[in-house]
């Protein structure tokens, strides 16, 4: 009688623990959204005091935003680094590349609850169309942390669309090892000079009576 009391205490004394650490674990990852916040904040000294605040709790689900910094924020970043690597406990070669490929490679990090809205936040600063793409709950299939600004806003590279074609023989401008895209749909034939295609990266074109767009 005396064992069954004592396991229906112990019982309840865990049920107990456990609502209390499922509520401090709620706190902290509405601090570390707080504190990630603040790192784009314009006042130097609430950004500063953010990233003290973030080292101090150690949490690695900021990882992915400062990592984020180390890209935009270049007065920051000699900040941001040392935090970094006592988050991840290791040394990192210098460098927002090298920070993301470290990333790449772990996937058990998992950013803060509140990291795609801030992204996008982040991101619209340089076009605020790119809201339309990053946003909470986005369907997505690669990790929101990896995708990288590509260094121009939307639309900032035009798309090669119904583009007008010349024989063969005319291509002066091609050289004999020149390389092509080529597409063969229902007897017509394309080619889609790679010199080209690297600077538009897409086609939207009609083949073969086929509508057909290529990603480069």
Do not use: C
């Amino acid at each position: 009688m005396i064992r069954r009391k004592l396991t229906v205490l112990l019982t309840n004394g865990l049920l107990v623990l456990l609502v209390s650490t499922s509520q401090a674990a709620s706190r902290e990852e509405a601090l570390l959204d707080a504190l990630v916040n603040n790192l784009t904040h314009p006042g130097q000294h609430i950004r500063t005091n953010a990233l003290k605040a973030i080292d101090d709790l150690g949490n690695p689900a900021a990882i992915p935003a400062l990592i984020e910094l180390l890209r935009f924020d270049r007065l920051f970043r000699l900040e941001t680094a040392p935090v970094l690597e006592r988050l991840v406990g290791e040394k990192v070669v210098e460098g927002w590349p090298a920070w993301v490929e470290w990333l790449q490679k772990h996937d058990e990090i998992r950013p803060n609850q509140g990291f795609v809205a801030w992204k996008a936040n982040l991101f619209s600063n340089i076009d605020p169309d790119f809201e339309e793409f990053l946003y909470p709950d986005v369907l997505h299939r690669v990790r929101i942390e990896e995708i990288a600004w590509g260094g121009v806003t939307k639309d900032g590279i035009p798309a090669l669309t119904n583009p007008k074609h010349v024989a063969p023989e005319k291509a002066t401008y091609l050289t004999p090892g020149e390389l092509v895209f080529g597409v063969s749909i229902n007897g017509d034939h394309r080619a889609y000079p790679h010199r080209i295609m690297n600077w538009h990266e897409m086609f939207n074109d009609v083949v073969g009576g086929k509508p057909v767009t290529l990603s480069y």
